[in-house]
């Protein structure tokens, strides 16, 4: 499968913005789909994730209650909604996919199959 992500930008401190990473290749399989970031010179860490199906989610800490993950499977798109953003939100974000059914998530970066190119989210203070 091919994701592509869209949706970064220029955002003042506690604006909000919405990220869009639209799948396509063989969307026939069901997948765990998450979003990653990485800052400059920082590893890539884990944001979100959600089930194939969209039943369950999980998040980081730093962005539990301000960022929300869902997904339209008729349109082969996964969302990040990031409200409240902050300064350390600054990076570019990913997103990844992995074919499972799965409900529970890996963290770590190499347990996932299929990347995007990545966005670029710039939080102004």
């Known amino acids: 499968v091919q994701l592509q992500a869209s949706g970064g930008g220029l955002v003042r401190d506690g604006g909000s913005l919405t990220l869009s990473c639209s799948a396509s290749g063989r969307t026939e399989f069901s997948y765990a789909m998450a979003w990653f970031r990485q800052a400059p010179g920082k590893e890539r860490e884990f944001v979100a994730a959600?089930?194939?199906?969209?039943?369950?989610?999980y998040y980081t800490d730093s962005v539990k209650g301000r960022f929300t993950i869902s997904r339209d499977s008729t349109r082969n798109t996964l969302f990040l909604q990031m409200n409240n953003l902050e300064p350390e939100d600054t990076a570019v974000y990913y997103c990844?996919?992995?074919?499972?059914?799965?409900?529970?998530?890996?963290?770590?970066?190499?347990?996932?199959?299929?990347w995007g190119q990545g966005t670029l989210v710039t939080v102004s203070s």
């Open positions: 990844a996919a992995s074919r499972t059914r799965s409900t529970t998530f890996s963290s770590i970066p190499h347990r996932w199959s299929y």
């Open positions: 959600i089930s194939w199906n969209g039943g369950y989610t």
